[in-house]
């Protein structure tokens, strides 16, 4: 688990509106949270079962897809 070491600003109510990180660990939690996303894609593209499309295959279609929006 990561320690982290907020300062809330509170807004002119008293509720807290903002929080404030130093800059290390907002820096951290970012890469915590984009690994994440990467293992969460990783196990979605391992769950599909549909047939893999040849790296070239791929590019051309994305190249046709970019083509057709100009």
Known sequence: M???HPQY???????????????KEFDAMIEELE???????FDAAMAD????VPID??????EAKRSKRK
């Open 2 to 4: 990561m320690n982290v």
């Open 9 to 23: 600003i509170k807004d002119p109510s008293g509720k807290r509106s903002l929080v404030v990180l130093p800059a």
């Open 35 to 41: 690994m994440q996303e990467d293992v969460r894609l």
């Open 49 to 52: 079962r549909s047939t893999p």
């Open 57 to 62: 295959e791929a590019f051309a279609q994305i």
